[in-house]
């Protein structure tokens, strides 16, 4: 049973930095392709970045590129996110997914399976 745990949010000023991350603690986490999605309040969910399987590939939304890195430790069973220079408009409850085994990257939340609690990110200006 895949189990998907975030932390690290908070509340920030902006310009800062946080680091959030997310443990599978239900195995087979190297066969997962995994992406951290947000959603702020009164809009659609959506994606911040995803990784491959190996962390050889990662794509990112347009409004992120350049700020965040996605990064994954598959003998740690942990993706992360590393946020630098916040903006306000990055507030939002942070999720952390897994698609199921040897599914492909996408950036289409509907094709995740599994799914964190979330995690807050707050930030002010």
Known sequence: ?????????????AGGSLRLSCVDSGGSFSGRVMGWFRQAPGKERELVATISRSGGFKD???SVKGRFTISRDNAKNTVYLQMNSLKPEDTAVYYCAARRISQGISTDSALYDYWGQGTQVTVSS
């Open 1 to 13: 049973q895949v189990q998907l745990v975030e932390s690290g949010g908070g509340l920030v000023q």
């Open 60 to 62: 990112y939304a347009d």
